[in-house]
């Protein structure tokens, strides 16, 4: 039988939690009144790798752009899942095999939909 954990033996957890959320708000505090508040244009203009900046940063992006880093990581997620089926492959058998061979037609599905779909084309 397996004994559940009574209130008292989460005392310690809270104990932690108390601690942690207290520090992160005195390091708050303290960095906004003990820091410095000197502000400057200089200090105040944007700053990226040595170069000054040109322009406006807040120009729009291509949708393409997040398009195609969305299917990316989906992709590259599904991908991900072909991994414990490897490690696993001669466990499952028949059946695994099957079920991933599922799986990859449905993602060449995909796949040819946003080929279809001229997804990826950057130029139109």
């Given at each position: 039988?397996?004994?559940?954990?009574?209130?008292?033996?989460?005392?310690?957890?809270?104990?932690?939690?108390?601690?942690?959320?207290?520090?992160?708000?005195?390091?708050?505090?303290?960095?906004?009144?003990?820091?410095?508040k000197r502000?400057?244009?200089?200090?105040?203009?944007?700053?990226?790798?040595?170069?000054?900046?040109?322009?406006?940063?807040?120009?729009?992006?291509?949708?393409?752009?997040?398009?195609?880093?969305?299917?990316?990581?989906?992709?590259?997620?599904?991908?991900?899942?072909?991994?414990?089926?490897?490690?696993?492959?001669?466990?499952?058998?028949?059946?695994?095999?099957?079920?991933?061979?599922?799986?990859i037609i449905?993602?060449?599905?995909?796949?040819?939909?946003?080929v279809a779909?001229?997804?990826?084309?950057?130029?139109?």
């Amino acid at each position: 039988m397996v004994s559940t954990g009574t209130p008292t033996d989460f005392i310690p957890i809270a104990i932690m939690f108390l601690v942690a959320l207290g520090f992160v708000a005195f390091v708050i505090v303290a960095t906004h009144y003990l820091g410095p508040k000197r502000k400057t244009k200089v200090k105040d203009a944007s700053f990226e790798c040595g170069i000054e900046s040109q322009g406006n940063a807040r120009f729009p992006f291509s949708v393409k752009y997040f398009l195609v880093a969305i299917l990316f990581v989906l992709f590259d997620v599904e991908v991900i899942f072909m991994y414990p089926w490897a490690v696993n492959f001669k466990e499952l058998g028949l059946l695994g095999i099957i079920e991933m061979f599922t799986f990859i037609i449905l993602l060449l599905v995909g796949f040819y939909y946003l080929v279809a779909k001229k997804a990826l084309k950057w130029e139109e």
